[in-house]
């Protein structure tokens, strides 16, 4: 029987979390795929039903993660960014001694293979060190750039997005207008699952075309004003309904950095969000790199759904950093 030329065992770390359940519950959706939840010992998460649990101790020395990820094809990493900083290297490590082929290191979002956008973004170098680690050791990356995720980003708070949902207030970067790829988490988990769904190499497309490259998808090319816009629409709301205020995007930027310095946890949200809404400052790279939507077959989806899901979020209380 001729094996198949797709890859079927992917393990996850993080697949409890905000990211991680959206990327193994589509990957269980598809029938296809095995999926290996790695997670801490004694850790007390909720995971999707029908993953297969693999606990390790990542203070062994990283045994227990390499016996957890012998035989898997596929490795996804998704951490806090409370994370200790060690801890993504100790993985790749740990990955690369199992024979782990590919790996999609800890990055999703910004677009670090754009070189102003990476020296200028906080976690631009890091990311960047995480692809040149596991090409250096001999596996093969394929990082994700979908820009910053949508509910999340409008739902948090106004050194995300800046909006104040409650409140009914905005904080337009310059004009408003500067247009951002932006993707759902939904989105991402269909993404990840088409991808490993492909044919591992061959005719395009095919697996192998993003070995050691970035794979560049969304859901929404928009701008802040199309924000608004959207939640007029879903809310019923004008914009004389809201408080509306402007600032200069570069201002923000070194606002945020300065905040960082006086010990502000947000002061690196404010300088990270203020420097991907820079006009032509790398947020829009569907323009410059290609989109690989209609290769995945992903679909298009609809901007008001997600300001909804968004809106409920704020409402309900939503935090970030939980």
């Not at 905000?18 to 296809?32: C, P």
Request: proline share 4%; charged share 20%.
């Amino acid at each position: 029987m001729a094996q198949p030329n797709h890859i079927e065992r992917v393990a996850i770390v993080g697949a409890g979390g905000h990211i991680g359940k959206q990327f193994t519950e589509a990957l269980l959706k598809t029938g296809r795929h095995t999926v290996t939840a790695v997670t801490r010992s004694g850790g007390k998460g909720t995971l999707p039903a029908g993953v297969k649990v693999a606990q390790v101790n990542y203070d062994d020395d990283g045994q227990s993660l390499v016996s957890a990820l012998q035989g898997q094809q596929y490795l996804v990493i998704t951490l806090s960014v409370t994370a200790p900083r060690d801890i993504h290297s100790k993985i790749v490590k740990a990955a690369v001694k199992a024979g782990v082929p590919y790996i999609m290191p800890n990055s999703y979002g910004i677009d670090v293979f754009n070189e102003s956008l990476r020296n200028e973004s906080l976690p631009g170098a890091s990311i960047s060190a995480h692809c040149i680690e596991i090409e250096s050791l001999g596996a093969s990356y394929i990082a994700m750039v979908c820009g910053f995720w949508y509910e999340w980003s409008l739902a948090s708070g106004e050194q995300w997005f800046g909006f104040d949902i409650k409140n009914k207030k905005i904080t337009f970067y310059d004009d408003g207008k500067t247009r951002i790829n932006v993707s759902t988490w939904r989105q991402c988990g269909r993404a990840l699952a088409a991808l490993l769904s492909l044919p591992e190499d061959g005719a395009s497309p095919a697996l192998s075309q993003w070995k050691n490259k970035p794979l560049y998808f969304d859901s929404f090319m928009v701008s802040q004003r199309d924000m608004l816009d959207s939640i007029h629409r879903v809310a019923g709301t004008t914009d004389t309904d809201w408080e509306i205020s402007y600032e200069p995007s570069a201002k923000r930027y070194k606002d945020g950095l300065n905040e960082m310095k006086e010990g502000i946890r947000t002061g690196f949200v404010k300088a990270l969000y203020a420097r991907v809404f820079f006009p032509g400052g790398g947020g829009d790279f569907e323009s410059t790199k290609g989109l690989a939507n209609d290769l995945l077959g992903l679909p298009k989806e609809h901007l008001d759904e997600a300001t909804k899901r968004a809106l409920e979020m704020a409402e309900s209380g939503w935090n970030p950093y939980t």
